[in-house]
């Protein structure tokens, strides 16, 4: 029985793959009956996990491929979402009837050379200093402009802005399925 909420093919994949690590401790192996194109396809993915109210439960991802493939992409980010975010506890088996899943399927980052080339809606960031490294994914509710994206993904990173700014910013798109 599904208890987690989710439409979308690589959704449900990632709900399958949470409810059988939460309830049985197994990661399961991709199945055929999953669209081709999860097998086909290499791309970094984030899974977002919201509570019933909104707010955030979970967030893990990379943002270029790890796997062999994008079902084991999301596979390992979701695991890593409800059991490994390091600001939550592991999701246990009688929080899954109140958690939403998300799926972000990233395209490749592309440095930017002008703060103007951001949108916050439009683009997700990384920025980086030195090996530092922080992501923000876009659309997210309440970042509205740019200096507040940077920010907040500069803070993930550990980058003191703006009295230290990153090397590099790059932008990159989603697609985001619920």
């Known amino acids: 029985m599904i208890t987690l909420k989710g439409e979308h093919p690589y959704v449900k994949w990632a709900i399958e793959v ?4 939460i309830k049985h401790g197994k990661r399961i192996e991709p199945h055929p009956r999953l669209p081709k194109e999860l097998f086909e396809r290499k791309a970094g993915a984030f899974v977002t996990l919201h509570k019933l109210d909104g707010s955030l439960r979970g967030c893990i991802g990379t943002f270029l491929p790890t796997q062999e493939n994008l079902a084991l992409e999301i596979r390992e980010n979701a695991i890593a979402a409800a ?3 390091p600001r939550f506890t592991p999701v246990t088996p009688n929080e899954l009837d109140d958690i939403v899943v998300s799926v972000d399927v990233l395209h490749e980052p592309v440095a ?7 949108d916050p809606k439009k683009y997700g960031i990384i920025v980086v200093s030195g090996n530092r490294r922080g992501l923000l994914l876009p659309d997210i509710e309440g970042v509205d402009d740019v200096e507040e994206q940077i ?3 500069c803070w993930k990173a550990g980058i003191m802005y703006p009295y230290e700014k990153p090397e ?8 985001r399925y619920h």
């Open 18 to 21: 949470i409810e059988n690590y």
């Open 83 to 85: 059991t490994r975010d």
């Open 112 to 118: 930017i050379r002008r703060i103007e080339e951001l």
């Open 151 to 153: 920010r907040i993904a």
């Open 168 to 175: 590099i910013i790059y932008k990159f798109t989603v697609e």
